[in-house]
Every structure is written in structure tokens, then in C-alpha cells.
């Protein structure tokens, strides 16, 4: 697992591993929005070959309908952004999603969580701290990210409840899930075979002087069966 700050990413750091592919896929976005994809897609290559040594230019990646990219002969792969902080987690074999979420003081958790969580999930976040939303949050997503159905396949299918150093979680498919705090964001991310309390974690930037710095901490965790 990588976690970035994509202010880190200059221009010259972009183009010297993005593709001309990558670049066709932004022709329509903001100029932020376009920044931030290119800086995401460069730290998931830039991932990709200090994990596997594949040279970062070489990769070449295919998109499902759900918007999950996967790796041509590579790696299983996933990227996250939220505000300026990216996340990318890159696993040698089975399946990967991965989340990252800034917490928001002006979003309505509760209109939210009512409307998308379970009543177990509900009535949990009534006696847990406000950010416990986001926990939530960011494990059933990396959750249907690994599955590559994205939010389109229900945040209602997974139920999880957090209580360090465990995740409980009841879902149709089997897989390992892991929480972490990033500086103020969390990250859930959820893989079909590898045992999630062996995840290496890197707090990662292409600057050589001065890169913002982001703590990363375990929070809690699936047990394996």
C-alpha cells in the first residue's frame, strides 16, 4: 500500500511515467480534476515498478465498467484519491481494492449512513465517534473496489463494525480487510487472498527534498479464517 500527496507530483515527475493513453482519458476533465488523475495514475505505475521492478512507462492497464483498472500481465491493482491525498495498493496475485477518505465536517453522516449503511451499521455509529463513518466508509468501498463492482454493487452487501485492533465484517464474498489512518484521512483496503496484517505500507512522495509527510497508522483488522 502507497500513500501520497499529490502536491508532490510535478510535472516532471508525471510526464516522465505517464502515457499517452493516460492522457486521452483526461481530455474531458477540470484542469484539477485532470491533475489529480495523472498524479494518481503516476504513483500506481511508479507502485507497480518498485514492487514488481516492471518499468513504470511499460505498464498498460484496462478499465472495467465499474472504473476499477486492472494491470495488462501485471500485478492486481487499485487507486484512491480524496482531496489532495492518494492511495494505491498493488497485490501479486487474487484481488485488491483499496480506499481513501479525508473526513468532511459538512457532510451529513447520519441522512447518509441511514439512507446506505445497515441498521446495525446505524445504530453502531450512534455510540461511536463522529469520523467512524468514514471507517466504515472506506472498508465497504475498498471492499466492492476488490470485488470490481465499485459503489454499484451496494453498500448495503458488506456490514462492518470497528473495534481495534478487529473489524467484524458479514459479507456474500470472503476477503481480508484493514483499516488505517492517514495524517487525517483513513484508508480501508481489501484483498481476496493475501493476509492484510502483512501489508507493507509506504508513505511515498518523488520528491527528494522536502515531501509532505503522511503518517500512516493501523487501526484495526479482519482476522484470517
Known sequence: MFVADSRDFGAE????????DDRCTTSHMSPRRRAQYLAGRALLRLAIERSTERPAKACR??????GKPDCVDGPAVSVSHSGALLACAVAPAGAV??????PARHHH???IARAWFTPAECAWLQRAP???FYQLWVLKEAYLKCLGSGLAGGLKSIQCC?????VEMRAAQAVQLALYSAGEA???????TADVLEIRVESWSPRSTRPHTIP???IAATTSA
Open 97 to 102: 481494492g483499496i480506499d481513501i477518505q479525508l
Open 216 to 218: 500512516v497508522h493501523f
Open 61 to 66: 492497464f484496462t478499465t472495467r465498467a465499474g
Open 13 to 20: 515527475h508525471v510526464d516522465a511515467v505517464v502515457s499517452d
Open 109 to 111: 453522516t447520519e441522512e
Open 130 to 132: 463522529r469520523d467512524a
Open 186 to 192: 483513513f484508508v480501508g483496503v481489501a484483498a481476496s
Open 162 to 166: 470497528v473495534d481495534p485492533p478487529m
